[in-house]
């Protein structure tokens, strides 16, 4: 069996429940057989490489370190879950100062061991802000580095299926986009169920304004639930999402969902946050972002919750002014 590519696949926070179901994924898709396994827990770290041997992967290397340099050396691509989860009665956002730290210090990594690195995705949260802090540390490109956001958009597809009794597949083009956070912007207008626009079926029997009120919130509070369900945040469905956005920039199958990308346009300064993106190798590529005047209303509100989260990291000292940015990164 061939794979996507030969090049090196480091995941960053291997020892952790993501981190590990990264590792299956990956192997699963057949995406490379030179996969290597980081995290300075050595413990998890080993037990993780051998459950992974005991899967009895045909042709994959894994191979495992604690030390940073040995992991990133030579890595072409990368997936960092590499921060502190988010536990019952948490947002997102509680997670701020000790998670950018780690990214700033992912960034400061790659910039030293892996300069020449062909894409990161940064799936722990608050993912907009730290994939943007590891963005702005790494010197990497702005269209080499994407984060998680396609859960939101796969969980507005989930609620959907079960109001309206239907396979998921059949309900098609969800989207979310701004903040991967209880802010972000849900929109309807793209989707249909069973080939039906969902702007048709909103307001009435089949989804009152008040079911949909209620379908939205379970969107944005669908990590939440997660966690009041399993004792533990989502592990399972941002370690799939996240391998098939690394899929799509090592060249393979093409990402089906937005994903969090840096955005500096008139209306959108400076920010990492979900848009409409292509993901190939590249890099990302931002597409038109449609929708309503509310719904466009939406995302810029969302963008202002995501710009002071911004300001909070630069007041920290975490990350520069905006306007020293393209010192620390030239490519910003």
Not at 180 to 193: I, K, L, N, P, R
Not at 308 to 328: N, S
């Amino acid at each position: 069996m061939s794979f996507l590519t030969n090049e090196k696949l480091t995941i960053v926070g291997a020892a952790g429940m993501i981190g590990s179901n990264m590792a299956q994924t990956a192997a699963m898709m057949r995406l490379t057989p030179n996969i290597c396994l980081y995290d300075p827990f050595a413990l998890g770290l080993e037990g993780v490489a051998e459950e992974m041997r005991h899967c009895g992967f045909e042709g994959v290397n894994f191979t495992f370190t604690t030390d940073i340099k040995e992991a990133f050396t030579d890595t072409k691509y990368m997936i960092s879950s590499g921060g502190a989860p988010r536990k019952d009665g948490m947002t997102r956002e509680d997670l701020l100062k000790g998670n950018a730290e780690i990214a700033a210090q992912l960034g400061k990594d790659i910039k030293s061991y892996c300069p020449d690195l062909k894409h990161l995705t940064v799936i722990f949260n608050p993912a907009d802000i730290t994939g943007l802090v590891a963005l702005i540390h790494s010197g990497l490109k702005p269209s080499s580095v994407t984060t998680l956001a396609g859960l939101d958009s796969t969980r507005l597809q989930t609620e959907l299926a079960k109001h309206f009794g239907v396979n998921q597949s059949q309900v098609t083009n969800t989207r979310t986009y701004g903040g991967h956070g209880e802010q972000m912007a849900v929109f309807a207008s793209t989707a249909q169920v069973d080939g039906k626009p969902l702007t048709d079926l909103i307001g009435t029997d089949a989804l009152t304004n008040e079911d949909w009120d209620a379908l939205k919130t379970r969107v944005t509070k669908g990590g939440a639930n997660i966690i009041k369900l399993r004792g533990r945040s989502s592990f399972q469905s941002p370690s799939y999402v996240s391998v098939e956005m690394i899929r799509a920039a090592m060249g393979g199958d093409s990402f089906r969902w937005p994903s969090g990308c840096y955005v500096n346009t008139p209306d959108f300064p400076q920010i990492m946050m979900a848009m409409e993106t292509d993901i190939t190798k590249d890099g990302v590529v931002i597409n038109e972002t449609k929708g309503t005047d509310s719904e466009m209303a939406a995302l810029k509100e969302s963008y202002s919750h995501l710009a002071k989260l911004r300001d909070e990291v630069i007041e920290m000292g975490i990350i520069p002014a905006l306007e020293d940015w393209t010192k620390v990164n030239p490519n910003l």
